[in-house]
């Protein structure tokens, strides 16, 4: 073969050239981008360590944090990213194998657990993104199914419905429209 491999351009593919600490130094003065950033609690546990799409709250339906999340992961999930406050609780995870793999059928880019996950070596084989507080082998015996909701506030964070989460190996950060959109752009609603 004589032909020299030169790699594609991501010069002027905004949705593959961002990086957390990127967003925050580019938003950090503009309130308006609504930039948030939680804090450094949450470790990457799927096979997609990068990622990013429209929220979808989710807040415990139960005093314990014990939830299905098997009814929002069956929906289609266009890209989009779950943002579930399972209270923190470390009795039990939320999230195994099972879930994560409708997840990646439905097309949903990821999932932030305010929580715990399990199976993590099958989820570091999933395309999709997860950021769980840690892990825990044992699930809930009993858990209330969850539904979308307007906000959550995690770790003193409030995320609501339409903002974006951006993920990566440097951490978590939302805005509250997408970070392509032009300053002054639409605003997630």
Do not use: K
């Not at 139960?62 to 990213?81: C, K, N």
């Not at 989820?123 to 015996?141: C, F, Q, S």
């Amino acid at each position: 073969m004589t032909q020299t491999f030169t790699p594609p351009s991501y010069r002027n593919a905004p949705d593959v050239t961002w990086s957390t600490a990127d967003l925050c130094d580019s938003r950090m003065d503009d309130p308006a981008w609504g930039l948030r950033v939680l804090p450094p609690v949450f470790r990457p546990y799927g096979g997609r360590p990068w990622y990013f799409g429209q929220v979808v709250a989710v807040p415990s339906p139960d005093a314990d944090g014990a939830l299905s999340l098997a009814g929002l992961l069956a929906e289609p999930g266009q890209g989009r990213v779950l943002a579930v406050d399972a209270l923190g609780n470390a009795a039990h995870a939320v999230l195994g194998d099972r879930m994560a793999a409708m997840g990646v059928q439905n097309g949903w880019s990821g999932v932030l657990l305010n929580g715990y996950a399990r199976d993590t070596q099958a989820l570091a084989r999933m395309p999709l993104g997860i950021h769980a507080l840690g892990t825990m082998p044992n699930r809930p015996r009993n858990m209330a199914q969850a539904a979308a909701g307007t906000r959550v506030l995690i770790h003193g964070v409030e995320i609501h419905s339409g903002d974006w989460l951006y993920a990566d190996t440097d951490g978590v950060v939302l805005l509250s429209r997408r970070h392509t959109d032009a300053p002054g752009g639409p605003a997630a609603g």
